[in-house]
């Protein structure tokens, strides 16, 4: 069968783990295939959240096999916090999780270095989540980076202080000061609990998998408006957030992925800097925020909130081959009587577009707005065929601009505030 794949249509916390949950049943394999702890990947069932950073988000069904990927960035101290969570529910974790050997490690110096990094920038800086995700991705692409098979090597520690001697000389030139000794051994640790998982070569384990017939699930991380090429440059993540990157984050051909699913929010948010043509600034995004607590799963900072932007969803729609539509968080948008939907962008030299510029970064972009109906009121035990008109109206207008058909709506952040649409 082939590979399909779940991703971000917008700058990340669109409810990609909830949704990777509810449709885990139907996949014998769910694969993350980038980014790596600057996600948080929340889950909400049986009236507790989880939430995930490194682990895919198929780890709470009992006999769905779940893939860190080659394309990801393993922190191995935060792998082993994440675990060290989920031994209280009794999950088979060490039998239906497989590491990929080629994923990426993130060693603790890279944290330093996001850290000195963003400092150095100023007022220009990224808003990284400081997880150690542009450094670890940089030392991949520098070609001296570690990897997980890497820990099974006997010469593995003087491969890591190689690696660490380099960034301690970049640290000195940004006059970081810390204690090596505590980060080592957490970090040494932390390897000794890596290595009694399942270390593998993922790209033949999936690949076999597909030849076996099983489902298979990708997991994006991030949003395509964060991606590194897609993305408002350089406010973005350093991986690729878009389909392409199943297909390099885990060995998978192109002619083997299938329904590529795009997850958005009815509304739009962003944390850290960057463009954000619709975002509110006044009490209209607060409210927005309050009501779709719309506070970061990894960082805890409040999220920018703004209406729905079309031109920028029509890019993502376009460089990721969206077959579906799954609309979130319908539900926050009750609280408004009239509802904007952006449709182009007037750029400062009064030209109309509806795509999205290369200049977006240092352009001052003013959305043009279509203002519609709310439907005001609770969304509780709304179903398929019985939903407010509005709500209906507000589906059927995405779904002609877009010319993707919508066949998710959530509701709520419980597994079971999810409506299934037929494709008519
Ligand atoms: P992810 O990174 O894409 O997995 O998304 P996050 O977990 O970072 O952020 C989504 C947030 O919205 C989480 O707190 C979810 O529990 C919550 N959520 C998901 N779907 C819905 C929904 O339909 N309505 C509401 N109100 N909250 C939702
Ligand atoms: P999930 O998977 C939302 C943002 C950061 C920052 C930029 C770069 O939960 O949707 P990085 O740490 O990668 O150097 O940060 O990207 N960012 C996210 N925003 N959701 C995420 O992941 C994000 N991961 C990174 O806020 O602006
Ligand atoms: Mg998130």
Redesign the pocket.
């Known amino acids: 069968m082939k590979v399909d794949v779940l991703l971000?249509l917008q700058w990340?916390?669109?409810?990609?783990?909830?949704i990777v949950d509810v449709l885990a049943p139907q996949y014998d394999v769910v694969a993350r295939f980038q980014g790596g702890p600057n996600?948080?990947?929340?889950?909400?069932f049986d009236g507790i959240?989880h939430?995930l950073h490194q682990i895919p988000?198929g780890i709470f069904r009992d006999t769905t096999k779940n893939i860190i990927g080659n394309g990801v960035v393993l922190d191995p101290i935060v792998f082993r916090t994440e675990i060290d969570k989920l031994q209280k529910y009794n999950l088979n974790v060490k039998s239906n999780l497989f590491i990929s050997k080629k994923a990426t490690l993130i060693v603790p110096t890279h944290r330093l270095l996001d850290q000195a990094y963003e400092k150095a920038k100023g007022e220009n800086k990224i808003g990284s989540t400081l997880k150690g995700i542009g450094p670890s991705y940089q030392d991949k692409i520098g070609r001296q980076g570690l990897r997980v098979g890497d820990v099974l090597s006997s010469q593995f520690k003087e491969r890591f202080q190689k690696l660490i001697d380099i960034h301690f000389e970049i640290l000195k030139k940004h006059d970081v000061v810390f204690d090596w000794a505590p980060l080592e051994q957490q970090f040494m640790e932390a390897i000794e609990f890596l290595k009694q998982f399942n270390l593998i070569d993922s790209e033949y384990f999936i690949n076999n998998e597909i030849k076996k017939g099983s489902s298979i699930l990708a997991e994006g991380?991030q949003?395509s408006l964060l991606d590194i090429d897609f993305g408002s440059y350089p406010f973005v993540t350093s991986s690729n957030t878009v389909t392409a990157g199943a297909c390099t984050g885990l060995g998978v051909a192109p002619k083997n992925i299938g329904e590529v699913y795009g997850?958005f929010k009815a509304y739009s948010t962003r944390v850290g800097s960057g463009p954000f043509p619709t975002e509110l600034l006044d009490e209209q995004g607060e409210r927005m925020r309050k009501?779709?607590?719309e506070f970061?799963?990894?960082t805890g900072r409040p999220r920018r909130c703004g209406w729905i932007d079309l031109p920028s969803l029509k890019y993502s729609i376009m460089i990721n081959g969206v077959t579906q539509l799954l609309m979130?968080?319908?539900?926050?948008l009750n609280i408004f009587p009239t509802i904007k939907i952006c449709t182009q962008y007037k750029l400062s030299n009064g030209t109309i577009t509806e795509t999205v510029p290369y200049e977006l970064v240092h352009e001052k972009i003013e959305p043009i707005y279509t203002e519609v109906k709310g439907w005001h009121t609770s969304l509780e035990g709304i179903t398929e065929h019985k939903m407010p008109k509005e709500l209906l109206d507000y589906i059927t207008l995405l779904e002609k601009e877009l010319g993707v058909p919508i066949t998710l709506l959530?509701?709520?952040?419980d597994r079971t505030?999810t409506i299934h649409r037929k494709i008519k």
């Open positions: 971000g990340g916390d669109e409810g990609k783990g909830k996600a948080g990947h929340t889950l909400e959240k939430v988000s991380a949003g997850i009501q779709g607590n970061g799963s990894t979130m968080k319908a539900d926050v959530s509701t709520g952040p505030q």
